[in-house]
Structure formats: structure tokens, C-alpha cells
């Protein structure tokens, strides 16, 4: 149980285009997502927590213009890069908690590897 | 603030050997600490949590945790180590709600190899 499916796992696209990545948890109802990115000396860094229903809350330095999310329902949040820049290139990861309380241990998608050429 | 460290990048054993992942914490309150591995290419999984309770933790495939208040740390260790363990691991922190540590934090990962 707790499957939290992300798509696409890999992603090419070019320099001002947008490109939406989906998370979806497939067996339980997440509240909650949470957006990481992951950059080339491994350490993750917390992006944006999504929100069902509301707006998302932002990390600083975070821009919410460039990095939009959408959590239209309990199951389902996008992240889209908009305006793409090769600096945009990283692994995005989505997380959920399938349980409620701050500490049950998230459930990671598999991540998207973006590619801004 | 809450902060998590991985003092040691990597950690290279021999299969069968014992395997230590070294983690230390800073957190405002009681901590809640987890244990993630990632394979190349792929999101995090699950190993193991202490939340509260008995300061030795079993997870997944072999893997313990010993909780240490006095010394801030959650060691990751499995007595006899698989080559299928060489992978990312992450040690995660979070502290109480209403306080401004209930976010989950990340140390910086240790890369482990297993030799056969």
C-alpha cells in the first residue's frame, strides 16, 4: 500500500517551453503533496507543500510563478515548469503522507528527470 | 531551526561486514527521525522511524537505528551488509507540530557501496 506514482519519469524539452509533472498517490488521499527538487550532490530540498484545494505553500527562493501547483483533488498534484531555462534542469520528486500526522513517514514517487536543452 | 547531518559522503564495506550510516540532528522539542534509501534514478523508500518508545529501531530488509538523546544521533547499522544495499540513504527529522520544526529535513545523503 501507499503508492505514490509519478509521471513522466524522464522529460526533454526545450529552453521556454513548460513542461507538467504529475503525482498522483493510487491508494490512499493525500491532503497534503509535497514537491522536492534534487540536485547533482544529492540533497533534496523541500520546493512547495500542495495543498488540496488551496493554494500551495512556497519554500523561499521558491519562485511560485516559475513552479506552479495544482492540487485539484485528493489523489492528484502537478507541478509545471513554466518558461523551462537549462538551470531548470533536475530530478523533481513528489511525496505524500498516506497517514495523517506530521510524523508518519512520507511516500516518494519515483521522480521526473528533467532535461532543458 | 532544524537541521540534520550525514557527516561521512560515503561509506565503503565489504559484504558481509557490519554497516553504520552515521546521522546527527538539531531540533527544537522531541524529534521524530526517519531513514530513506534511493536507488539510482528513483524516489525515496521508506526504511525505518523512531517517533517514540524503545530507543533501538528495526526497519526493512535487516536495517536498525539506535536513538541516542544525549549525543542527537539516529546511526543507521545492519550487522551483516548485501551488495543490493549500496544505494543513497537519507536521514530525515521532524519536530513537534505548532512548533516551527514540524517540516521534514534531509541530511545531505551518504552514498553506501557494498563490495563483494
Known amino acids: 500500500g501507499a503508492v505514490v506514482s509519478q509521471h513522466p519519469s524522464r522529460v526533454i524539452c526545450k529552453s521556454g517551453t513548460s513542461v507538467k509533472i504529475e503525482c498522483r498517490s493510487l491508494?490512499?488521499?493525500?491532503?497534503?503533496m509535497f514537491w522536492y527538487r534534487q540536485f547533482p550532490k544529492k540533497s533534496l530540498m523541500l520546493m512547495a507543500t500542495?495543498?488540496?484545494?488551496?493554494?500551495?505553500?512556497?519554500e523561499q527562493g521558491v519562485e511560485k510563478d516559475k513552479f506552479l501547483i495544482n492540487h485539484a483533488s485528493l489523489t492528484l498534484s502537478t507541478l509545471t515548469v513554466t518558461s523551462a531555462h537549462p538551470e531548470d534542469s533536475s530530478f523533481y520528486i513528489c511525496?505524500?503522507?498516506?497517514?495523517?500526522?506530521?510524523?508518519?513517514?512520507?511516500?516518494f514517487g519515483n521522480g521526473t528527470r528533467l532535461t532543458v536543452t | 531551526a532544524q537541521s540534520v547531518a550525514q557527516p561521512e559522503d560515503q561509506v565503503n564495506v565489504a559484504e558481509g561486514n557490519p554497516l553504520t550510516v552515521k546521522c546527527t540532528y538539531s531540533?527544537?522539542?522531541?524529534?521524530?527521525l526517519f531513514w530513506y534509501v534511493q536507488y539510482p534514478n528513483r524516489g525515496l523508500q521508506f526504511l525505518l522511524k523512531?517517533?517514540?518508545?524503545?530507543?533501538l529501531v528495526k526497519g526493512s530488509y535487516g536495517f536498525e537505528a539506535e536513538f541516542n538523546k544525549s549525543q542527537t544521533s539516529f546511526h543507521l547499522k545492519k550487522p551483516s551488509a548485501l551488495v543490493s544495499d549500496s544505494a543513497l540513504y537519507f536521514c530525515?527529522?521532524?519536530?513537534?507540530?505548532?512548533?516551527?520544526?514540524?517540516?521534514?529535513?534531509f541530511g545531505a545523503g551518504t552514498t553506501v557501496t557494498v563490495r563483494a
Open positions: 511525496s505524500a503522507r498516506a497517514l495523517q500526522g506530521y510524523n508518519s513517514p512520507l511516500h
Open positions: 491508494d490512499f488521499q493525500a491532503t497534503t
Open positions: 500542495s495543498n488540496e484545494g488551496s493554494k500551495a505553500t512556497y
Open positions: 531540533v527544537s522539542g522531541n524529534p521524530y
Open positions: 523512531y517517533i517514540t518508545g524503545d530507543n
Open positions: 530525515a527529522v521532524t519536530g513537534e507540530w505548532g512548533s516551527n520544526d514540524y517540516k521534514l529535513s
